[in-house]
C-alpha cells in the first residue's frame, strides 16, 4: 500500500516482552544453601535461549521465597508493559506464597515446570538433579489453587532445547500481547449503537468489564464542532494524501472530497483527543445529523490501513477484537457474511465501505456514495475487493453468564472477483466441507453478525487468548 503519512494514531512496532519469574520454596535456602544463585543462573540461561532477536525479549527476575517478596515483585512489574509472565518453577515453591499477587496481577499468566534437564537418565539421576527440576508438582499445585479461585493462566511443558517449545513460548507471547492490546484499546464511539441491534451490544458483559473496557462515547455536537474547526490549509494536505491511497472516482465533485477530507480529519483528531487507536461508528445517527451527514467510511478504511480497530453501527467491543487481531496477526479488517453459497459451500463478505486498505488485492478506489433516511446525505466509501489467500474469521461475543466466547472460521479468499458489487467484499471459501453445518455450529456458539477478517490463520493463538483470558473458545 502507499505510504501515508496522514496524522493516523500509530505505534511503533517493538518485541515482545516476557518477564520470567522464578519462585522457590524458602525451605530450600535452608536445605540447598546456593538454590538461590543457582536457579537465578539457570533462569538467565533458559531467557537468553528463548529470545529472538528484534521479535521477543525475556527479562529474567530474581528468585522469591515469600509472599511479601513474591508481592513486591509483582509491584514492580507493574512499572512496565509485559505481555506475558511466565512463572516458572523449577523447584518446588508452594501455591499459598505465590496465589495472592497472582490474582491481583493483570499480567497474563503462563505456567512452566522449568527444567535443567531435557533427558530423563536413571543411573545419574541423583539428589543434585532434583535441586533444579522437580518443578512439575509446584504447577500442579498452583494451577490448581489458580483454578479454584477462577483466576485465568496458561500452562506449558518442555524444554527450551525443543524448537517447537520455542515456538509455543512465541504464540504464547502473541497472545498475551492480544490481550494488552485490548486492555489498552481505549475505545471511542460515535453515534451510540444502532438502535435495537442487539447482538453487539455486549459492552456490559462480565468478561468487558473484567478487562477493564469501557468505552468514550463522543456526542454528535463534539464531532460537529471538530468538523467545522478544519482549515482549508488542512483540508488541502488530505486531499494531496488521498491521491497516494485511492483512485478517486469521477463522480466525486470537489465538494464532496472536501467533506470527506474533514470528517476524517476530524476522527483522527477525536481519536488523538483520546490517545485511542480505537473506534466504533454508527452510520445511521451520523448520516441523519445535517452537521455531519457521512458515515465516516473512508475515515474507518484509513483508520484500520494504519493498523487501528474499526466497527461499524457503534460495535465498540467488535472494533478492540479488530484492534488486537492487527497486533497479533499483523493485519485484519472489520466485515460481515452477507450471503450464502450452498451449492458451492462459500460466504461472500462484505460491507458499506468500510475495510482495511492494506488488504487490498488492488489500489483502492473511492466512490460516491449515499443514504436518504430522516434526512438525504451524501458521503465517499472506499471500493476493494480483499486479496486473495489464507484467512481467519474471529469473532467475539458473550456467554449467557457474561464470560467471553471467541470463535474461529479458517479458510481462503478466493481469486473470484466480484464487479457487480461495490464497497470491501471477497468470496470466502471455509475450510470445512459443509457451509450449512459451519453455520448452524456458529450460530449455536453464539456467534454475531460482526467479525474480524485476517490473513494469517493461527488459530492455536486464538485458543491461547482464550486461556489467558478465561474465555470459551470453539474453531470451526
Known amino acids: 500500500m502507499p505510504n501515508d503519512k496522514t496524522r493516523i ?52 527476575h ?74 512439575v508438582h509446584a504447577v500442579q499445585d498452583l494451577a490448581h489453587v489458580l483454578a479454584r479461585h477462577g483466576r485465568a493462566f496458561g500452562v506449558i511443558h518442555g524444554h527450551v532445547q525443543q524448537a517447537d517449545f520455542r515456538e509455543s513460548v512465541h504464540a504464547w507471547a502473541r497472545a498475551g500481547h492480544m490481550r494488552r492490546a485490548m486492555q489498552q484499546a481505549r475505545p471511542v464511539q460515535l453515534g451510540g449503537h ?35 474547526d478544519i482549515r482549508e490549509s488542512d483540508v488541502q494536505e488530505q486531499l494531496t494524501r488521498y491521491d497516494s491511497l485511492f483512485d478517486v472516482d469521477s463522480d466525486i465533485d470537489p465538494a464532496l472530497l472536501a467533506k470527506t477530507a474533514r470528517g476524517d480529519i476530524a476522527l483522527h483528531r477525536l481519536l488523538e483527543q483520546h490517545h485511542s487507536h480505537t473506534c466504533a461508528v454508527n452510520f445511521l445517527t451520523l448520516c441523519n445529523d445535517a452537521r455531519i451527514g457521512d458515515g465516516l467510511h473512508v475515515a474507518a478504511s484509513r483508520l484500520m490501513g494504519a493498523g487501528g480497530g474499526y466497527a461499524g453501527e457503534g460495535d465498540w467491543v467488535t472494533a478492540v477484537l479488530v484492534r488486537a487481531m492487527q497486533r497479533g496477526f499483523g493485519c485484519a479488517s472489520f466485515s460481515e457474511m452477507f450471503s450464502v453459497g450452498y451449492a458451492d459451500h462459500r460466504l461472500l463478505l462484505k460491507h458499506w465501505g468500510e475495510g482495511n486498505l492494506h488488504m487490498a488485492r488492488t489500489r483502492a478506489r473511492m466512490i ?10 451524501e458521503f465517499a466509501v472506499a471500493d476493494f475487493e480483499f486479496a486473495p489467500g489464507p484467512a481467519m474469521l474471529v469473532n467475539l461475543n458473550a456467554s449467557p453468564d457474561g464470560q467471553g466466547r471467541l470463535i474461529s472460521v479458517t479458510g481462503r479468499i478466493t481469486d473470484d472477483r466480484l464487479p457487480r458489487v461495490e464497497g470491501p467484499r471477497a468470496v470466502f471459501k471455509p475450510d470445512v466441507e459443509d457451509v450449512r453445518d459451519l453455520l448452524n455450529r456458529y450460530a449455536y456458539a453464539g456467534g454475531t453478525h460482526h467479525l474480524a477478517l485476517a490473513y494469517e490463520p493461527y488459530p492455536d493463538i486464538l485458543e491461547k487468548l482464550c486461556l489467558l483470558s478465561g474465555w470459551q473458545y470453539t474453531a470451526l
Open 9 to 60: 494514531p500509530t505505534e511503533s512496532v517493538s518485541p515482545l516482552k516476557i518477564a520470567l519469574v522464578t519462585p522457590v520454596a524458602d525451605l530450600y535456602h535452608r536445605l540447598w544453601l546456593d538454590i538461590g544463585e543457582s536457579l537465578y543462573a539457570l533462569a538467565g540461561r533458559m531467557a537468553q535461549m528463548l529470545q529472538i532477536k528484534g521479535e521477543l525479549t525475556v527479562a529474567c
Open 194 to 228: 444502532f438502535e435495537h441491534m442487539l447482538d453487539l451490544q455486549i459492552g456490559d458483559s462480565a468478561f468487558v468489564r473484567d478487562m477493564g473496557l469501557a468505552p468514550t462515547v463522543v456526542s454528535l455536537e463534539t464531532m460537529a464542532n471538530l468538523i467545522s
Open 368 to 377: 460516491r456514495s449515499q443514504f436518504e433516511d430522516r434526512q438525504k446525505a
Open 62 to 135: 530474581r528468585p522469591v521465597s515469600t509472599a511479601t517478596q513474591f508481592s513486591a515483585l509483582f509491584q514492580d512489574l507493574t512499572r512496565d508493559h509485559w505481555d506475558l509472565v511466565i512463572v516458572a518453577l523449577a523447584p518446588y515453591c508452594p501455591s499459598g506464597v505465590q496465589i495472592q499477587a497472582l490474582l491481583e496481577t493483570p499480567f497474563p499468566l503462563l505456567l512452566w515446570p522449568m527444567q535443567e534437564m531435557l533427558e530423563l537418565k536413571p543411573d545419574q539421576y541423583d539428589g543434585e538433579t532434583i535441586k533444579l527440576n522437580h518443578g
